[in-house]
């Protein structure tokens, strides 16, 4: 008798119950996963139902019927989930793991109009501590909690009847079939403004939750995975040194800074109303004001921006290729990577680096973060510990910036420089009001202004020894409230411009533009070409005068100001 009352307790505070317990309050698997279908197609999809209530084509009974459908739709979808999981020990786990996802992801679409796409879950593996640490805002904990942690627990504590295995299998797959049942059902009553809906407003597919974070996950390592097994190609065996790398010649020196998060119509050098580049606008700079990134996040731009495939070609290729750093070094340049953000993305692999562990034993940072201009302060002694043979030929630095990394905008910029104020002192950033946000925003740009200003100056300072170079890029853009967005990372197709258009900055020595052909004047006579990530590759390989059947002239933007002796001699 004990032996089975102690049975009973140990069922009822697990949450499972016997089929042959004789508790009244134990409920039939199935009411268990209504019940919590319900509440994820509904109270959890938050961002689904505010999307849908700002399209002009769902306005009225029309609109909420839809709504409706659609959520029945995505109740039935989660019942099929559920009951092909309803087993014991397995149920109430994999309830609570999609209840805290859920709760997470509404949180994060609401509150910066993002979707969860493919691309998005990468940026969610690649994330460090750092910046997961500045989206972990007290409005986060809260939806969490009310979303999924205590829906969560009511579920554990619920009470269910599971039966032995042949019984079960049998209600499990009646399950399922009822469930697709009631799903086609519903969706043949709804299909004319579902199909319409669903393909005139593609993104909607991506804020349906928690399907769009299992959609998500699977592609992700799917294709994380593949990337992983796929080897490496390379690329660009025939890479040389051109006719400008003559003994007694400086060699070249570039320092080529990957910006963070920042847009180019916040560069006042592009003709942003506000002064945000004073430091850049009293040296010689050309900024190139139609440039496009690659992608909408760091993890699908990185990569790309030093492929030799270009965008598109990136994005269908089913093979993995070296990058242009590989190509430099092959070359015979030395090839270093400096960086200050969450880590080069795998291209910095085969070539001298320094990480973020590295930097930050700088007495200059807080253990956890670096100012940029850190990289400026390492710069020569690193340089210095790169083979000697290689140096003397040239070499090429890149410094990846933490620049503008958001929601912690106010964290970029230091204390005793913000000249754009008051700034939101917030990573929710949509609980601040929006001249906040983009004077916090506003001052990250500034701070790059400084610091690259100095990397500048720095390169002034070698002039003896080297012909040097800066070229700065962003990897993309920010939303900072334009039509409720905030942040980054939307698919590129229906991406808005703020999140692609990003600025590109060129500054060269005399000796560099001697030695190159190029001239600064005939830079800025071009800076409203239209470029993208695609000519970075090909610029880099022309600027540094290294040969390959892999370079292409017209993606080159330096080309166009080398003059036609002097490109027919190196080239």
Not at 193 to 199: H, I, T, Y
Request: aromatic share 8%.
């Amino acid at each position: 008798m004990s032996l089975l009352s102690s049975s009973h307790a140990g069922s009822a505070l697990s949450g499972y119950s016997d089929p042959d317990s004789p508790s009244r309050n134990r409920r039939p698997v199935w009411q268990l996963n209504l019940l919590v279908g319900l509440w994820l197609a509904f109270p959890a999809n938050i961002a689904l139902w505010m999307q849908l209530s700002s399209l002009p084509d769902l306005q009225g009974l029309r609109g909420v019927a839809f709504a409706a459908s659609l959520g029945l739709m995505v109740t039935c979808g989660l019942m099929t989930v559920f009951s092909l999981l309803s087993w014991r020990f397995i149920l109430k786990p994999a309830i609570v793991l999609l209840l805290v996802a859920a709760a997470g992801g509404a949180y994060f679409m609401t509150a910066y109009r993002v979707v969860i796409d493919p691309t998005m879950m990468v940026n969610v593996m690649q994330t460090d501590w750092r910046e997961t640490r500045d989206l972990l805002h007290p409005l986060f904990f809260v939806a969490l909690v009310v979303l999924g942690l205590l829906p969560a627990w009511l579920a554990w504590r619920t009470p269910v009847v599971f039966h032995r295995f042949p019984a079960q299998a049998l209600r499990n797959f009646g399950g399922v079939v009822l469930s697709l049942l009631l799903l086609a059902a519903v969706a043949l009553a709804a299909f004319q403004d579902l199909s319409s809906v669903m393909r005139n407003h593609k993104s909607l597919r991506y804020t349906i939750n928690p399907f769009n974070s299992i959609y998500s996950i699977g592609r992700a390592v799917q294709g994380v995975g593949a990337e992983r097994n796929r080897p490496i190609l390379p690329v660009g065996e025939d890479a040389r040194l051109g006719a400008s790398h003559r003994p007694g010649e400086k060699p070249p020196l570039l320092l080529l800074v990957v910006g963070e998060t920042a847009r180019a119509a916040n560069f006042s050098l592009n003709g942003y109303v506000r002064n945000t580049n004073p430091a850049l606008a009293a040296e010689n700079v050309a900024s190139f004001r139609q440039v496009f990134s690659c992608g909408t996040s760091t993890a699908a731009s990185l990569p790309c921006m030093f492929s030799h495939l270009g965008r598109k070609d990136f994005e269908s290729r089913d093979s993995e290729f070296q990058n242009l750093l590989d190509v430099l070094q092959r070359a015979g340049l030395a090839v270093l990577w400096i960086d200050n953000q969450s880590g080069c993305k795998g291209l910095c692999d085969r070539v001298p680096q320094v990480t973020p562990q590295e930097l930050r034993l700088s007495a200059r940072c807080d253990g956890d973060e670096c100012p940029d201009d850190v990289m400026v302060d390492e710069v020569g002694r690193r340089i210095a510990a790169l083979p000697a043979a290689q140096r003397a030929h040239g070499v090429v630095v890149v410094m990846h910036q933490m620049g503008s990394h958001g929601p912690a905008y106010y964290k970029r910029s230091p204390l005793d420089a913000k000249p754009f104020l008051p700034e939101c002192q917030s990573s929710a950033l949509q609980q601040c009001e929006r001249q906040s946000v983009v004077n916090a925003y506003d001052n990250t740009i500034a701070t790059t202004d400084r610091f690259l200003a100095k990397a500048i100056r720095w390169l002034r300072s070698r002039e003896a020894d080297f012909a040097g170079s800066l070229l700065y890029v962003s990897d993309h853009g920010e939303s900072l409230g334009e039509n409720n967005l905030y942040l980054h990372g939307l698919p590129y197709a229906i991406a808005p411009d703020e999140q692609k258009h990003v600025p590109l900055i060129v500054w060269m020595s005399p000796a560099a533009q001697a030695s190159s052909g190029v001239t600064m004047t005939c830079l800025k006579g071009r800076l409203d070409e239209p470029l993208s990530h695609d000519n970075l590759f090909h610029s880099v390989l022309g600027l540094m005068d290294v040969t390959t059947a892999l370079y292409q002239r017209p993606l080159d933007f330096f080309s166009a100001c080398v003059g036609a002796d002097k490109a027919t001699a190196v080239r």
